[in-house]
């Protein structure tokens, strides 16, 4: 039998990776990291670092470096991304059964936390359907949101109000969600809230690369700093080749 675990790494402190994900690491025989491409280098030297520190001396686990299929950015979006995970089940699956042909432990680093906006989950359902008996173990990460609120030092909610969490597309097709007093934006690709009515009273907590060296806050008034996260945001994706960031909106009273 195989078991995955998808183990929550948070967003590039390395002090933020949890006690059990460290013991679920070391107890793995074999730890697959995706690299997606030179621009984004960073992502797989810092799950490199990341073995490297936490791993123990007399570790025997395997450590695989695989290349992340591409997603076909010219078709319907969602037909893209389930072939997309098939895709990427196939690989995880033929390096399994490569490298783990008797069964054991399988660990692969998640990106902040695997319940939010991260696909592990799904495509792990692909896996069991596609490859025999797979026991899936998560280990929770520190997520992103959580970054960005800490290092703005605000809450994620308003008091007594719910909070939205979605995605810059859904921002720009939809709008600003009913009902809610703060949105928390993720997966944008720049300026989705270039798209919110002229004359709201919204502020914005934003951040790039949370967690790293490189980390970059702004905040103020959405009016007010707008066209500054919009400058800073592409000179930083031009210097690095690649940006994460994400932004909590919070409307205001009035």
């Known amino acids: 039998m195989i078991q995955l675990s998808l183990i929550g790494i948070g967003t590039g402190n390395p002090d933020h990776v949890t006690l059990a994900a460290v013991k679920a690491l070391n107890r793995a025989d074999l730890i697959l990291l995706p690299r997606k491409g030179e ?38 979006y969602l037909s893209a991304v389930d072939d997309w995970h098939a895709a990427i089940a196939a690989v995880w699956g033929r390096l ?22 991260d696909s592990s989950l799904r495509i792990a359902d692909r ?6 008996t797979v026991d899936v173990e998560v280990v929770p990460g520190i997520t992103s949101l959580q970054v960005l609120t ?12 719910p909070v939205q969490i979605t995605t810059g597309r859904r921002l720009r097709e939809r709008g600003w969600p009913t009902d809610a007093a703060s949105v928390a934006v993720m997966l944008d690709s720049g300026g989705a809230f270039e798209s919110l009515l002229p004359g709201e009273d ?12 490189k ?22 994706r031009e210097q690095h080749g690649w940006i994460m960031d994400i932004y909590l909106l919070v409307r205001r009273p009035g």
């Open 127 to 132: 896996l069991q359907s596609g490859h025999g």
């Open 202 to 213: 919204l502020h914005i907590w934003w951040g790039a690369y949370l967690g790293m060296d």
């Open 150 to 161: 800490a290092e703005h030092r605000i809450p994620l909610n308003t008091l007594a109000e």
């Open 96 to 117: 399994i059964e490569q490298h783990l042909p008797d069964g054991g432990r399988v660990g692969m680093l998640i990106w902040g936390d695997p319940s939010l906006y």
């Open 39 to 76: 621009a984004k280098s960073d992502l797989v030297d810092l799950r490199r670092l990341l073995c490297d520190q936490l791993l123990e001396a007399s570790s025997e686990t395997r450590i695989v470096e695989f290349d992340l299929p591409r997603r076909d950015g010219e078709r319907d």
């Open 215 to 236: 980390q970059c806050l702004i905040d103020g008034p959405l009016a007010d700093v707008s066209d500054a996260i919009l400058t800073r945001r592409a000179a930083l």
